[in-house]
T-cell receptor, first 110, second 116 residues
Framework: RKEVEQDPGPFNVPEGATVAFNCTYS??????FFWYRQDCRKEPKLLMS???SGNEDGRFTAQLNRASQYISLLIRDSKLSDSATYLC???????????FGTGTRLLVSP | GAVVSQHPSWVICKSGTSVKIECRSL??????MFWYRQFPKQSLMLMAT?????????EQGVEKDKFLINHASLTLSTLTVTSAHPEDSSFYIC????????????FGPGTRLTVL
């Protein structure tokens, strides 16, 4: 079983749509959780950290369910510029190493 | 914000040659640097972790004699792919963590290696 699992997509949505991505992780001792965005042939960029209480940054909302080992990202009012691959990232328990999911590809069309 | 650079951004080499990739933290001291590899349509895979002034710690399955890592200063780490082969062709990305924000990894722009 992969340490971090995501639906690879692609998710094709029209501009203005709301889209949600899910992610599960296998190590219950994991401590830190993140969503990164990666554009084609570019490095990943931190989108937001994910906190147990849930957190929001503009159109983006992240949620964490430790009991289910489940992380989500909600994007509201999708923009064309949101088209990218979204990576679910978990720190390896006991270390400061990041474990990346394979990513979920989002395509926002006009 | 913290900036990490990588050089070169892309490189094409012949099989059997060695390639050196540099990773620099431009405006902060990187006490720890990480080297990742990403094959097409796959996730980033951590290859090794290096702390300034000490030997790198390699992940399982990564050959330390093939992927030489040097972290000689607080702003520079290098990855040398020795005797490169076509299967080493990949996107190599470094990240750095250090003062003042030790919780965040800042990623370099990556180096695309193609071995003919």
């Amino acid at each position: 079983r992969k340490e971090v699992e995501q639906d690879p997509g692609p998710f094709n949505v029209p501009e203005g749509a709301t889209v949600a991505f899910n992610c599960t992780y296998s190590n219950s001792a994991s401590q830190s959780f993140f969503w990164y965005r990666q554009d084609c042939r570019k490095e990943p960029k931190l989108l937001m950290s994910v906190y147990s209480s849930g957190n929001e940054d503009g159109r983006f909302t992240a949620q964490l369910n430790r009991a289910s080992q489940y992380i989500s990202l909600l994007i509201r009012d999708s923009k064309l510029s949101d088209s990218a691959t979204y990576l679910c990232v978990v720190n390896k328990a006991g270390f400061q190493k990041l474990v990346f999911g394979t990513g979920t590809r989002l395509l926002v069309s006009p | 914000g913290a900036v990490v650079s990588q050089h070169p951004s892309w490189v094409i080499c012949k099989s059997g040659t060695s390639v050196k990739i540099e990773c620099r933290s431009l405006d902060f001291q990187a006490t720890t640097m990480f080297w990742y590899r990403q094959f097409p349509k796959q996730s980033l895979m951590l290859m090794a972790t290096s702390n300034e002034g000490s030997k790198a710690t390699y992940e399982q399955g990564v050959e330390k004699d093939k992927f030489l890592i040097n972290h000689a200063s607080l702003t520079l780490s290098t990855l040398t792919v020795t005797s490169a082969h076509p299967e080493d062709s990949s996107f190599y990305i470094c990240s750095a963590r250090g003062q003042p924000n030790t919780d965040t990894q800042y990623f370099g722009p990556g180096t695309r290696l193609t071995v003919l």
